[in-house]
């Protein structure tokens, strides 16, 4: 039953917005061969991390940056293995999460996912589960979907890969936090998410692989990461659609409290 509702559901967002008649960045007219619907001066102007990246998160580095570690990463430790991005985001890819995540342009997600296959792709991971990074319930009620689930379940399905949706869970709702200061958000951060104790079991010496829209300190992910290795998984990856290595701390918090 499940599987026919969610075919029926991408065929009619399919009729709703054609998928590959105009650009989902700029909305001209493209023919049906562009890659991920974009046209091409869009592909031109997306800045795709493609090639310097940081060496720990994927951020995207600037040509003339002196070390394989970005400033975020050599200031100290991630508890992931490893992240991947997309691309750097800037005004094009702002304009784009900003639909997909506000204005219900959910079919966005799927192009999205598309982008993070082919960039995970050459990685050659072989992930054995793909999870997002949690909303917290409320919030999921009010928007209708989380974005970042959104992109897991598709990117599950372009990998061959199971998603498991409901292995981490956000429990905190995180409002609250941003009267908090710093510190008392780092230390706080850790108490947001959790496994269930009756799906602990499925993640026993699992590679995971941990989906967001976006990656911006990497405190999240850290967050996330931490809470699924004390649960027991082997090693956890981390895909983002964006990075944002040149994020105001006003947007950064933006995202934080968005999701929560
Ligand atoms: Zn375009
Ligand atoms: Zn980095």
Redesign the pocket.
Known sequence: MKGILSTLGEGFLDLIYPSNIYCICCGNIIDDSRPYALCDACVRALKWANERT?S??G?RLQEDYGSD??T??AGGEHVFEKGFTCVEYGAAERELLHRFKYKEEAYLGRKLAAMMYDRIQVEELEPDLILPVPMFRRKVRQRGYNQAAVLAASLAKYMECPYAGQLLVRIVETEAMSRLGALGRRRNIREVFSVPRNKIDQLTGKTILLVDDIYTTGSTVDACSSVLLEAGAARVFVLTFASGANLTRAEGSTFEADRN
């Open positions: 940081c720990h998160c951020k570690l970005c975020d990463c």
